[in-house]
């Protein structure tokens, strides 16, 4: 089957097993979810969802979330909302009738849903992922780029093409805080474009010619954090603009005294105080690794996990940025994806604990290859979250793992990833260090054994109380009680995967979920 054809089959097969177009009321994607927000949660048939080949799981927060892998949602999406509008353009009066009396029912559902997230705090921190999510790919694309033109001009190969290769790798981050300006715009209410113009502005080379709290500016001086503050401070000024300008005079006044207020608050307040901000962030990165690698490392390792299952990951994501601008790479992002690992010998050590339960060994082995690729959402919410105990173990495996990274990042062999979003093995493109590949390389693999090899001991030998073998270590069809990750059995549907960032190894990936609803991610 062509991958078109094969891609308008997946979604053809998820149309109808979530009530069909008229309960769908919006249609998003991330790096591995397609998101919908539905009238009627109750008319979708999760078991079915979870049966399809291309469904790794699905994901209940303030939208239904069915986790379908990077590079296949991106496909996969198009084709759903093809399908969407053509169902709708046949019967349009059915739909807005069905939406209607949908939504009236669905109104209590939602409400309870969404009351479970919508702390300021989570909510704050779901706009900014929002804001850097979607620029995941661009620095994904030019961080291998830059890998490609650094292995080049270390071998002395192809001279007369490592220059465009350079410009092609760099174009994007030297652009970066307009894309965050923009996007910070759309996030919080604004016109994107002006949150862009204002964004532009730190970008500027002429920024080099003034002086603001008795230093010279540098162009890029303050980075994505400072393109953020700008544009949010754009977005208040225009909507303080469109309340108090006359509405003959708003398209031009508006948008001037958007640029012009926020712009000088910019040039001549928030690209100092960003930029002190982002050397600082810098500089505690490379104090804290090269002082306490190795506990730093154990204690980041550790602790990832946990942080996806409370949506705080999403708060690295600006930092993780600040230091790609800075660096050229993060120095975080290698050690978070030892978590992944610690869960793919979580899961493999649960394989051979339960021979009996083919239900989960099903489950283990079709999700432990996205697991090796750092997509760990169906083996943490499918398999070792709701058993309560591997959760624990598989986080004892990412603590040991990020203790060897951050070890030797305290040794003098920093080791860094030029993007965000991939974990595992699809993180080893992206790998740059101040060693040498070879060595980089050999250090994030050596990370990711030991987290496998750890996660797999600390959960083989501690990971099961009598209880839990004597419930699970039976022949179990289609699925077995899964166990809250408190411990207590309880009868509960197949633990839905989450998301995470674009995390490592979660991926993206909100606290106080059961399995069976598991939190969003980025």
């Known amino acids: 089957m062509a ?27 991330c790096m591995t979810r397609l998101r919908l927000g539905l009238h009627d949660r109750s008319l ?46 046949a019967a349009p009066t059915q ?42 790919p661009a620095l994904i694309g030019c961080g291998i780029i830059a890998g490609l033109n650094g292995l080049l001009v270390n071998l002395e190969w192809l001279p007369a093409v490592t220059p465009a290769l350079a410009a092609m790798a760099s174009g994007f981050m030297a652009l970066i805080a307009v894309f965050v300006g923009y996007n910070t715009a759309k996030e919080f209410g604004g016109t994107p474009i002006l949150g862009g113009a204002v964004a532009a502005i730190i970008v500027f080379p002429g920024v080099a010619n003034i002086d603001a709290f008795g230093q010279t500016l540098s162009p890029g001086q303050g980075g994505v954090l400072g393109a953020l503050g700008a544009a949010v401070l754009a977005v208040y000024v225009e909507k303080w603009c469109r309340r108090w300008v006359p509405e003959a005079l708003d398209v031009l006044v508006t948008p001037t005294l958007t640029v012009l207020i926020s712009g000088l608050v910019t040039i001549f307040g928030l690209m100092y105080v960003a930029g002190e901000i982002s050397s600082a962030i810098g500089t ?59 869960q793919v010998g979580a899961a493999m050590a649960v394989y051979f604990r339960l021979p009996r339960n083919e239900s989960i060994r099903r489950t283990i082995k079709s999700a432990l290859p996205a697991g090796l690729l750092g997509v760990g959402e169906p083996l943490i919410y499918g398999v070792s979250l709701p058993l309560g105990r591997p959760f624990i173990t598989a986080c004892v495996g990412g603590a040991f793992g990020g203790g060897v990274v951050g070890l030797f990042n305290q040794l003098g062999d920093t080791v860094g990833s030029t993007a965000i979003g991939p974990s595992g093995w699809a ?38 109380s009598k209880d839990l073998l004597t419930e699970f270590n039976v022949s179990q069809e289609p699925a077995p009680s899964t166990v809250a990750a408190t411990g207590g059995p309880q009868p509960a549907p197949d633990a839905a995967p989450a998301d995470g960032p674009d995390g490592p190894g979660s991926g993206g990936t909100d606290p106080g979920t059961s399995p069976a609803k598991a939190p969003a991610g980025v």
């Open 3 to 29: 991958t078109e054809d094969k891609n308008r089959a997946t979604a053809a097969a998820i149309l109808p097993l979530v009530g069909g177009a008229a309960n769908v009321a919006s249609i998003a994607h």
């Open 44 to 89: 979708v048939d999760d078991e079915a969802l979870k049966a399809l080949p291309a469904v790794m799981g699905v994901v209940e927060d303030d939208t239904y979330q069915i986790v379908l892998g990077p590079g296949t949602v991106a496909r996969v999406t198009p084709e759903f909302e093809h399908l969407v509008e053509e169902a709708r353009e």
């Open 95 to 136: 739909v807005t009738v069905s939406a209607e009396e949908l939504a009236a029912q669905g109104a209590a559902i939602k409400a309870q849903q969404k009351a479970k997230n919508a702390t300021p705090f989570k909510l704050f921190l779901r706009k900014i992922a929002n804001i850097f999510v979607p620029l995941i």
């Open 284 to 342: 505690f990165a490379d104090w804290l690794l090269s002082n306490g690698g190795a506990g730093a490392g154990f204690v980041l390792g550790g602790l990832f996990l946990p942080l996806v299952m409370l949506g705080l990951h999403q708060a690295l994501i600006p930092i993780h940025t600040t230091l790609i601008e800075q660096q050229g790479y993060t120095v975080l992002l290698p050690i978070l994806a030892m978590a992944g690992a610690g």
């Open 427 to 464: 993180l080893f493109p992206l790998l740059d260090g101040n060693h040498g590949l070879g060595s980089t390389i050999a250090i994030y693999a050596g990370g990711l054994l030991v987290g496998y090899v750890a996660g797999f001991l600390a959960t083989y030998f501690f990971g099961f």
